[in-house]
């Protein structure tokens, strides 16, 4: 066997392999030969077919196996003998590629298209400027999350009557136009509705100022002004709904006001666990303030990156084998079509540029991604999600838990590898330019990247 390169140029080359007789012959045999072992030929005992009869019958699909297979191997171990950095993956020739008869041909040229990786310099100095914009956290922030945190934890209470903003709980009983019961009518029982959500005024209200036991007359439908939410108040079918035209009577068993939480010591705790440092008021908003720094940290680098990923962007000159890489995407890709590749390139080939700078970044700096710093992102996610329903004491095993599920789905961990890996590259990078922190509020900070993408 002997496999040649041509370069065409920086980018494109072409990879040649002649296959003899000699390369594949024996393996043939010896295939054949088990073949013929196990083979249930009519007529013949097992291993004692005719070895012409064997190899009319099976040689000639064996011999393109064993092809393929010596093709697909050799070239495989000749791009890593060869250290060749390829993009995509090779592809027949359309112009040097022979046509093969399998059933005469002894000898086998084959010859594949290669896209070479490019050369890539990613130029970052101290003369490289950027702009890191540190978020404040202002006391009107820092009042919105405590105000957040009292209505998350607040809770329902019984109150003498109902206020435009309080929840009825009570019957319902269908009547008709004299104001009977109508007998076996709709009729649903502990029924809650919300009086700010009653949409017709007239029948608010008859809600504000009521008490448990009075009861108020009214058409649900007129009320909330939409049959869908009627139906399921009622818990009838949307087609009785369609055609609802009734009033109802609804006696009031109970009112509740809502309450926000009071911050003390006690919900510090549900909070943060028993064993929480946060004590007093002043202890919760420090707190507060820690984690809105904090979670501000993550849009100043993520700005930063935005920005990093710009320059070089623009700055890093990278030649890429244009038509060679939209025949592979075609290759790989059975249901695109010539027209959808045409209008996503752009896109793919922004993405392959980025790609080739980090790695190179990457490959610069040492950089590599532990299954332990994998795991570590993992739980940070877990907890991340625990938080957003304002949990914040979660047990460390419940945590390990949770990041094995995640990391145990392959598209997941592929992404939480290549999120870390940006994040080191971009700190590299950050370590080798000149950084001008700036202190900005939020909103200066939203109109800053507002501008950058009208932009």
Known sequence: MN????????????????????????????????YRQKASIPGFRPGKAPKGLIQKRFGLSVLVDEVNKLLTQNLSKYLVEEKLPILGEPLPNEEKQTSINWESDENFSFSFDVALAPEVKVEMDKNTTFKYYKIMVSDEMVKQQEEMAASQLGQNVEAEEAKKDSTVRGDFVQIDAEGNDVEGGIAPKSVLLAVDKIVDEEVKKSFVGCKKDDIIIFDPV??????HEVGHMLNIKHEEADTLDSEFKYTVTEVLQFEKAVLDAELFRKLYGEDTEVKTIEDFRNRIREEL???????????????????????TKIELPEAFLKRWLL???????????????????????WQLIKDTI??????????????????KMALAQYQQYGIYDVPEEQLESFAKMIIEKPEEEERIYKKIQEDKVIYAIKEKVTVEEEEISQEDFNKICESRVEE
Do not use: C, W
């Open 3 to 34: 496999i040649t390169r041509e370069n065409i140029d920086s980018v494109n080359a072409i990879i040649n392999v002649a296959i003899e007789k000699a390369d594949y012959e024996k393996q043939v045999d010896e295939v054949l030969k088990d």
């Open 222 to 227: 007129k009320a909330f002004g939409n049959r």
């Open 293 to 315: 720094a904090n979670n501000l940290v993550f849009s100043s680098d993520q700005k930063f990156a935005q920005d990093v990923h710009n320059a070089l962007m623009e700055k």
């Open 331 to 353: 290759a790989v890709n059975k249901e695109l079509t010539e027209e959808q590749v045409e209008k996503d390139f752009d896109g793919f080939m922004k993405d392959l540029k």
């Open 362 to 379: 990457a490959k610069e700096n040492e950089i590599t991604v532990s299954p332990d710093e994998a795991n570590e992102f993992a739980k």
